[in-house]
T-cell receptor, first 115, second 112 residues
Framework: KNQVEQSPQSLIILEGKNCTLQ??????????LRWYKQDTGRGPVSLTI?????NTKSNGRYTATLDADTKQSSLHITASQLSDSASYIC??????????????FGKGTHLIIQP | DGGITQSPKYLFRKEGQNVTLSCEQN?????MYWYRQDPGQGLRLIYY???????QKGDIAEGYSVSREKKESFPLTVTSAQKNPTAFYLC???????????FGPGTRLTVT
């Protein structure tokens, strides 16, 4: 069964500090892995998308890594800001054999940045 | 939120009533999707459509219905058969073969 597990479930850090969120998956056949940021009561917004051959991808202060061998990904946030407070969702895409890839969503990590 | 709009943002209904959630996109995307989000759970796919006049059931389609008469629109009807309809509903779209989905702002439905 395709699964995506995220940790921690929630995290509180002080403004200016760095943090790393984890995503482990058991999805096959793997197509790509995405990280989304979802503000409370809003739709998710894409941060990064990585395919099998990509190990690292950055988007400003956000850096995602992917280890396809161990099926792990991380999202590192540098110099956190209050606006980083949100849920971060890991989504793994897999080849479904049809016209559209299948998607498996993690439950998200709820990040709170305190001043 | 890109070029996807969902309305209304908040919706309240009495149990036993059908309700239709609107989703419109101006991104010229072929594919559109409906997801449901509950606290502490990942997004779950309700229905998706890859082309006009065609749609497929997702993982939790029971109690829901959709139509795709226009490329830009993909309304979702929550019927009285849905046992637990209170949730946050998200619509998304993507172009054919694209890896990324763009999400709308969501509709929070409360049924009492």
């Amino acid at each position: 069964k395709n699964q995506v597990e995220q940790s921690p479930q929630s995290l509180i850090i002080l403004e200016g500090k760095n943090c790393t969120l984890q995503c482990n998956y058991t999805v096959s056949p793997f197509s790509n892995l995405r990280w989304y940021k979802q503000d409370t009561g809003r739709g998710p917004v894409s941060l990064t998308i990585m395919t099998f051959s990509e190990n690292t991808k950055s988007n400003g202060r956000y850096t995602a890594t992917l280890d396809a061998d161990t099926k792990q990904s991380s999202l590192h946030i540098t110099a956190s800001q209050l606006s980083d407070s949100a849920s971060y969702i890991c989504v793994v895409s897999w080849y479904s054999g049809g016209g559209a890839d299948g998607l498996t969503f993690g439950k998200g990590t709820h990040l709170i940045i305190q001043p | 939120d890109g070029g996807i709009t969902q309305s209304p943002k908040y919706l309240f209904r009495k149990e036993g009533q059908n309700v239709t959630l609107s989703c419109e996109q101006n991104l010229n995307h072929d594919a559109m999707y409906w997801y449901r989000q509950d606290p502490g759970q990942g997004l779950r796919l309700i229905y998706y459509s890859q082309i006009v006049n065609d749609f497929q059931k997702g993982d939790i389609a029971e109690g829901y219905s959709v139509s795709r008469e226009k490329k830009e629109s993909f309304p979702l009807t929550v019927t009285s058969a849905q046992k637990n309809p209170t949730a946050f509903y998200l619509c998304a779209s993507s172009s054919t073969g694209a890896r990324e989905q763009y999400f709308g702002p969501g509709t929070r439905l409360t049924v009492t």
